[in-house]
């Protein structure tokens, strides 16, 4: 496929990747398997090496031209990834904590960059076979078996307890002064990018992510959610951009609708920093 390919005419040979890769991820959480720890401390598992192994091996057969940048193979110089116009964003394992923990909420993350801006997205949930996807132009859905439904965020008139998502293995100081200054509220604590997915289903009104998340965390979901009418801003109040220098992303919010989340961010956190 050329570089000027409709990325909606992937999609589905991308969600065949993602459930490829989370069918070998279920072999072996399902079986004993080591934690190794990699140089910043975080957790990756035979299945974080495994499923990317898939992936790109998939991907590359698909389109050949186009880059791909994954996880655990991110050691691309800038001066190299700045001359991309469109690559292959993977986590092949989001929330190997929550896979180590054995509670299900991981996921695999397949997304399309075009221009810094995220225009396919795949979430995969391996323990439920569900899969979120969503290209730009053509919508946004969640597959679960054979059902294939349209997903919509839902806009928060502030007229009730607004419902808030938030991780389950990264919380913050950041994140509880947040609730606080929400006043009363709904939570459910999440792993990994499903957190996204709900508010781009209408289960969530807000996500907040006040600490570090790198790229890989966020493209594919970023696409979801904004297919499906909601938002994932940054400190300028402006969608997450791609392709950056540093990898990192600063803090986030993802919600839908008009509603300003960001005036119970802790002053500390206006200045952008992962």
């Known amino acids: 496929m050329g570089a000027d390919t409709n990325p909606c005419n992937y999609l589905e040979a991308v969600e065949a990747v993602a459930r490829d890769a989370g069918r070998r991820i279920l072999e072996i959480y399902q079986n004993e398997f080591v934690v190794a720890s990699k140089e910043d401390g975080s957790p990756v598992t035979a299945a974080d090496h495994a499923a990317q192994e898939i992936i790109l091996k998939a991907l590359r057969e698909l389109a050949p031209e186009v880059p791909v940048l994954a996880e655990e193979s991110a050691d691309v110089a800038h001066a190299e990834r700045a001359h991309w116009r469109r690559f292959w964003l993977v986590d092949p394992l989001d929330g190997t904590k ?3 923990s054995r509670n299900g909420e991981f996921t695999v993350n397949i997304a399309l960059i075009e221009r810094d801006a995220p225009v396919l997205g795949v979430v995969h949930v391996p323990v439920k076979d569900v ?4 290209c730009r132009g053509g919508g946004a859905y969640k597959r679960s078996g054979a059902s294939r439904v349209a997903i919509q965020a839902q806009a ?8 808030v998502v938030a991780s389950r293995s ?8 947040f609730l606080a200054r929400l006043g009363a509220h709904e939570l459910v604590t999440m792993g990994s990018s499903l ?8 289960a969530a009104d807000v996500y907040p992510r006040l600490g570090t998340t790198m790229e890989w965390d966020t ?5 979801i959610v904004e297919t499906a009418g909601g938002k994932v801003v940054g400190p300028d109040n402006r969608p997450l951009r791609y392709n950056k220098p540093s990898l990192k992303n600063p803090w986030l919010v993802a919600s839908a609708g008009d509603y300003d989340w960001t005036r119970f961010i802790p002053a500390r956190e206006d200045s952008g920093a992962a």
């Open 98 to 100: 929550e896979f180590v």
């Open 131 to 134: 899969t979120y996807a969503a």
């Open 156 to 163: 928060y008139d502030g007229r009730r307890p607004p419902r």
């Open 195 to 202: 957190k996204f997915c709900l508010v781009a289903e209408g």
């Open 219 to 223: 493209g594919a979901a970023q696409c």
């Open 170 to 177: 990264h919380a913050k100081r950041a994140d509880t002064e």
